[in-house]
């Protein structure tokens, strides 16, 4: 099944804790994106990746990492979380291409204290 | 940069037909998507428009006016399980695949 897969689902932890949020897709997409959702604010996207190795910020990229190895994983690293970090994150891909439609991951829902 | 508008709730009758406006400005453009989002859950594809004009597709349509930076989403015969946010969002030309999004309208549909 064609799919956009995103770990972990929830998770809590406390400010300066490292945390990796995984993302993978099946579909051979170049595309990979990051966005954060927030109540009020919409999806904002934090990092996106065009193909392997390349990577570039989005419109709130700062507290963030990203890393594009392998075509098909787009992690989302944070260094140092902190509380203002609490947010439903999503994993997104696509084809190149304008007419091409975003593929969503599942969410994370993260907390931090 | 981007500025897509849309109203933040709604509220319609089961049965019954709504539209969703979106107005946007931006600085270039490569068409536009219409997403459902059921609350907890991740965004799923509706519609896409890139040329003036109406797309229909079963229950949903969706229109664009390039000049008037304008769009709309039209719900017929309303179902419980259409209430749901409808985010609005916008590829720019940018030359990367980013879409950047509105803020989203919550739909309550009601008996």
């Known amino acids: 099944e064609a799919q956009v897969t995103q770990n972990p689902r929830y998770l809590i932890t406390v400010t300066g804790k490292k945390l990796t949020v995984t993302c993978s897709q099946n579909m051979n997409h170049e595309y990979m994106s990051w966005y954060r959702q927030d109540p009020g604010l919409g999806l904002r996207q934090i990092y996106y990746?065009?193909?392997?190795?390349?990577?570039d910020k989005g419109d709130v990229p700062e507290g963030y990492k990203v890393s594009r190895k392998e075509k098909r994983n787009f992690p989302l690293i944070l260094e140092s979380p902190s509380p203002n970090q609490t947010s439903l994150y999503f994993c997104?891909?696509?084809?190149?291409?304008?007419?091409?439609?975003?593929?969503f991951g599942s969410g994370t829902q993260l907390s931090v204290l | 940069g981007q500025n897509i508008d849309q109203p933040t709730e709604m509220t319609a009758t089961e049965g019954a037909i709504v539209q969703i406006n979106c107005t946007y400005q931006t600085s270039g453009f490569n068409g536009l998507f219409w997403y459902q989002q059921h609350a907890g859950e991740a965004p799923t594809f509706l519609s896409y428009?890139?040329?003036?004009g109406l797309e229909e597709k079963g229950r949903f349509s969706s229109f664009l006016s390039r000049s008037k930076g304008y769009s709309y989403l039209l719900l017929k015969e309303l179902q419980m399980k259409d209430s749901a946010s409808y985010l609005c969002a916008v590829r720019d030309q940018t030359g990367a695949n980013n879409l950047f999004f509105g803020t989203g309208t919550r739909l309550t549909v009601i008996p």
């Open positions: 997104a891909s696509s084809l190149q291409g304008t007419n091409e439609k975003l593929f």
């Open positions: 428009n890139v040329l003036d």
């Open positions: 990746s065009m193909n392997v190795e390349v990577t």
